[in-house]
């Protein structure tokens, strides 16, 4: 794989306290450390911020691989009764907070769904579960404190605007 699509975004912020993105795309070799695209971010935003009077308020750099192999595909009776409002969320206690933080999964397989509780003895889940915590400090909460331990798990239904106004499209 020669190049890795990335997208450099940056909000800013104008006087009116109007907010704003840019994007810029890019390819970067495959070879680039997380180092250098941290350090081509500066520059993009340095040389951005030269032809604006609005002010940065945050940079955000987005790396869209091409997917692995092996995941499934959008096909099959399974996938056409998935529902991305089916939401299965895995409680999380984290390093420095007594505040639990919920690892959200929309679409979530029904299967793992048993006498409408969230089976957490369920061999994928044990597996996501290991992944998230350990070895601890990689995963963390949106606070970048590390996730130690799985507390508990939910099944959650979240409508999305999408659906309801699809729902609500009247037909001629």
Excluded at 155 to 171: C, D, E, G, P
């Amino acid at each position: 794989m020669p190049n890795v699509p990335v997208e450099y975004n940056g909000l800013v912020l104008d006087g009116q306290q109007t907010t704003a993105l840019v994007t810029s795309n890019l390819n970067l070799p495959d070879s680039s450390t997380l180092a250098q695209v941290v350090a081509a971010q500066g520059v993009w935003a340095q040389a951005v911020d030269g032809v604006l009077d609005a002010a940065f308020t945050g940079v955000y750099a987005v790396v869209n691989p091409p997917l692995p192999g092996g995941l499934k595909a959008a096909t099959g009776a399974t996938w056409m009764a998935s529902l991305v409002e089916n939401t299965g969320i895995i409680d999380f206690s984290a390093t420095g907070t007594s505040r639990r933080w919920g690892q959200a999964l929309p679409g979530f397989k029904m299967a793992l769904v048993v006498n409408g509780k969230v089976d957490v003895a369920n061999a994928a889940i044990v597996a996501l579960v290991d992944l998230l915590t350990n070895p601890t400090g990689i995963f963390t909460n949106a606070d970048q404190q590390s996730l130690e331990a799985a507390l508990d798990a939910l099944l959650s239904f979240r409508k999305r605007a999408f659906s309801r106004q699809r729902s609500t499209k009247l037909y001629p």
